[in-house]
Each structure stands twice: as structure tokens, then as C-alpha cells.
T-cell receptor, first 113, second 114 residues
Framework: AQSVTQLGSHVSVSEGALVLLRCNYS??????LFWYVQYPNQGLQLLLK??????LVKGINGFEAEFKKSETSFHLTKPSAHMSDAAEYFC???????????FGAGTRLFVKA | NAGVTQTPKFQVLKTGQSMTLQCAQD?????MYWYRQDPGMGLRLIYY???????DKGEVPNGYNVSRLNKREFSLRLESAAPSQTSVYFC?????????????FGPGTRLTVT
């Protein structure tokens, strides 16, 4: 069975600091992995996805994530936080069928001025 | 393109009442999904439709029914609402082909059952 664990329900960083949001997954087959972002009172938007083409995946708004099979991790990073990055971030894993996507509990990112 | 639209945006029901949440997408996607979002639990899949004419249960289907009306529309029905169904409901769609499994989400319906 697939599962996703996001370490830290809340992360706070200063503007300009590194953003690191952690995600570990379990899957019995090579997974599809995703990061989504949710701004207040909105639906989720795709930030980036891993589909086995490359282990380092670049997404929108300067975010990137690295797939590490040995660590079963897919951590999300951004070199320099901006106030507009404040939102909730969800890691998700999907099997090769793609229809049953499992979402993590989410990490709320706070950015301090 | 409007993307994925949902109606209504807000709804308050009394225990035992029924209602249908509507969802439509204009991206010609094959697959559609209904999720519920509760604090600290992420999104949980209620039902999905891999393609027009098919529906399958997700993680938390009890108390819900769905209808894939056509390729564009996918509705979620609560036959007898319960307070435990208070949640934010999201509809999503995806191409459902090849590597295109990323999902596109609607703005959500905030449902309160009293």
C-alpha cells in the first residue's frame, strides 16, 4: 500500500532563507510523485511532478524537488523564500495506474518578513 | 478555459438532508475525482471516474454516491447528511493517459452539517 509522510505540519522561515519541506513515501512499485500548493480558500495547484525522467525536478515559482530512491524521499526546496510562498504544501504519491493518488497531511509554510 | 468548476461554494445542511455537489471540467479530461479535505488529514479520495461511464470507490466512499453524467460532469451526492460529513470537498480532473496523472482542482465546496 502506498503512503506519504510529511515531516512537520508547520514550517516557518524568514524571507530570503532556504525553504525545505520534507516528504517520505512508500510504494511497492516505481511511483509518480507530486508536490501541490494550496493558497487560502483555493484548490490545489501542481508545483512539480516526478515521473522517472529525471531525479531532480524543477517546478514553478523557483521550487525544485529531488527523488532519492534509497531514502524514499522527495523533499521540496527553494533557495530563497518570498512572502508570496506562504501557503500549504502537499506531497502526493500515485501508483502506475495513476488514479488512486495518496496525499500527505500537508505542511503549512509561514514566511516572516 | 474555466478549468474545473464546482457549485455551490458554500452549503449548510441539517442532519438527514440530502444534496448534490456539481463539478464540471472543460479540459476534455478523461478522469475525474472527488476528495474531502479535513484539518490535519490532507485530501482523501471519496470516488473517482477513470473514464466516462465508469466509477470506483476511493478511500472513504461510505455515505456518498457519484454519477459521471458525461465526459465533462461528475456529481457527488449525499443521501442523508451527517455531521461527520462536514468538510471541504474538492473535485479534480486529469488526462488519465500516459504520464499525465497530475490533477487539476476546482475551488472547493465548504459544507457544514448541523
Amino acid at each position: 500500500a502506498q503512503s506519504v509522510t510529511q515531516l512537520g505540519s508547520h514550517v516557518s522561515v524568514s524571507e530570503g532563507a532556504l525553504v525545505l519541506l520534507r516528504c517520505n513515501y512508500s510504494s511497492s512499485v516505481p511511483p509518480y510523485l507530486f508536490w501541490y500548493v494550496q493558497y487560502p480558500n483555493q484548490g490545489l495547484q501542481l508545483l512539480l511532478k516526478y515521473t522517472s525522467a529525471a531525479t531532480l525536478v524543477k517546478g514553478i515559482n523557483g521550487f525544485e524537488a529531488e527523488f532519492k530512491k534509497s531514502e524514499t524521499s522527495f523533499h521540496l526546496t527553494k533557495p530563497s523564500a518570498h512572502m508570496s510562498d506562504a501557503a500549504e504544501y502537499f506531497c502526493a504519491v500515485s501508483d502506475t495506474g495513476g488514479f488512486k493518488t495518496i496525499f500527505g497531511a500537508g505542511t503549512r509554510l509561514f514566511v516572516k518578513a | 478555459n474555466a478549468g474545473v468548476t464546482q457549485t455551490p461554494k458554500f452549503q449548510v445542511l441539517k442532519t438527514g438532508q440530502s444534496m448534490t455537489l456539481q463539478c464540471a471540467q472543460d479540459m476534455n479530461h478523461n478522469s475525474m475525482y472527488w476528495y474531502r479535505q479535513d484539518p490535519g488529514m490532507g485530501l482523501r479520495l471519496i470516488y473517482y471516474s477513470a473514464s466516462e461511464g465508469t466509477t470506483d470507490k476511493g478511500e472513504v466512499p461510505n455515505g456518498y454516491n457519484v454519477s459521471r453524467l458525461n465526459k465533462r460532469e461528475f456529481s457527488l451526492r449525499l443521501e442523508s447528511a451527517a455531521p461527520s460529513q462536514t468538510s471541504v470537498y474538492f473535485c479534480a480532473s486529469s488526462e488519465g493517459l500516459g504520464d499525465s496523472y497530475e490533477q487539476y482542482f476546482g475551488p472547493g465546496t465548504r459544507l457544514t452539517v448541523t
